[in-house]
């Protein structure tokens, strides 16, 4: 099978690889929700976003409860150099909560409060890139009580389509990455006055990733930095990997996705750097 290494090299070196450090880029997006909360009937908006160059994440939260209620609230998500997460909420009641969360089987777990003041647990469960149930629950004297459930929907962005598709190479599904590309997406790397076109159309796309989704893939990475302007979006990504000394190493490199019909027609990369 041909295989282009270049593009295999640069993918693995400066394409987003799905770890801990960027798992909260599959919740990154608007997304507009309706369910109960303490027994009243909710509409909910929720945004999540990288924030710090993308060492962060921050969660804007916006209730309007049945009988004119609103409620308000920030989260911000730290990386723990163990694994999970760890933040803090404050919300329109004046409240603060430490949170400790870890991420496994498409759920975020977020555990909040102390037992000094109110224990919960906000549970994030993914269906999909695009529908999310959110739970919330407060530990009681006979155990965990369920007082919120929302049922939500990702607005749809172009921003989110290219976290989609990072997250879909993260995680080796190719079929979710190809959904996501225009049938003649061409792939570009520029190096100073030179452009040179890596692969054009599907197919060849699927046969320049598939030895390297086949293999070990140990490279992580994360977006620091997006921004769109009209049917272009730029991303500055981050990779750190270990070296085979087992030193860690860390670049970064600029891509430039363009879309037609809300699919990736052409992907522009450029050098690597520190």
Avoid: C
């Amino acid at each position: 099978m041909k295989v282009i290494y270049s593009f295999i090299l640069v993918l693995a070196i400066t394409g987003a690889a799905f770890g801990q450090a960027s798992v909260l880029d599959r919740l990154y997006g608007t997304w507009q929700g309706a369910g109960e909360v303490n027994g009243r009937e909710s509409t909910v908006v929720m945004t999540w976003e990288p924030v710090h160059g993308g060492k962060n994440y921050r969660l804007e939260f916006r209730n309007e409860m049945e009988g004119g209620f609103l409620f308000e609230g920030t989260a911000l998500y730290s990386l723990k150099r163990e694994g999970g997460f760890t933040g803090l909420w404050v919300d329109s009641t004046g409240a603060a909560r430490p949170i400790i969360a870890s991420f496994a089987d498409d759920t975020l777990t977020s555990n909040w409060g102390t037992p000094e003041t109110e224990e919960g647990k906000t549970e994030y469960r993914l269906n999909g890139e695009s529908s999310m149930l959110v739970v919330d629950s407060v530990k009681t004297k006979e155990g965990w009580r369920e007082f919120g459930r929302v049922e939500y929907r990702r607005e749809a962005d172009l921003k989110s389509k290219v976290y989609k598709f990072t997250a879909a190479y993260n995680q080796g599904d190719l079929k979710a990455m190809l959904d996501l590309a225009h049938s003649d997406v061409s792939w570009h790397h520029i190096d100073g006055e030179s452009i040179r076109t890596e692969t054009k159309g599907k197919a060849a796309l699927k046969e320049s990733l598939d030895p390297y989704f086949a293999g070990e893939r140990t490279t992580v990475s994360r977006i620091e930095n997006i921004m769109a302007s009209g049917r272009f979006v730029t991303v500055t990504e981050r990779a750190t990997w270990k070296d085979k000394d087992g030193v860690q190493k860390s670049q970064a490199a600029l891509i430039v996705y363009e879309f037609k019909d809300g699919l990736i027609l052409n992907v522009w990369d450029f050098p690597a750097y520190r």
